[in-house]
């Protein structure tokens, strides 16, 4: 599970390094028309592009369009709501499925007394001798 959990997160970042490159390079020129020329700021938003590149290829995407300058301020609200709902449901399913396949529980094994430091060292060296 956690293996599963690492190789989306990896995939994720991938995709968002490659949409940050594309985008740093000839995209922002694009979108926000005060940033031609400005190369010092281009490697500024290269951590954020690479977190949100959804949401940079989404407003992307609607300038390509033509769609009008309010229009890609606007947020995509349809998959907004649905992805809160999933979510929603995501959410307490993997807490739950968390809760259910652990491999210890507190109740499932017996107290162990755990020894201070030094008695462990004086326990060892007579067991040595």
């Known amino acids: 599970m956690a293996a599963l959990v690492l190789d989306v997160a990896q995939g994720y970042a991938m995709i968002g390094i490659a949409v940050a490159a594309i985008f740093v390079l ?66 307490p399913v993997m807490l739950a499925l968390g809760l259910l396949i652990r491999q210890d529980g507190p109740n499932e094994r017996a107290a162990v007394m755990i020894a201070p430091p030094s008695a462990q060292k004086a326990g060892s060296e007579k067991a040595d001798q």
């Open 26 to 91: 000839w995209g922002i020129g694009r979108v926000a028309p005060d940033a031609r020329g400005a190369w010092t700021f281009r490697p500024l938003v290269v951590p954020g592009v690479i977190l949100l590149w959804p949401l940079v290829l989404s407003r992307w995407w609607t300038i390509a369009r033509g769609e009008n300058a309010a229009a890609r301020h606007r947020p995509p609200r349809r998959t907004q709501d649905l992805l809160a709902l999933v979510l929603a449901i995501a959410i």
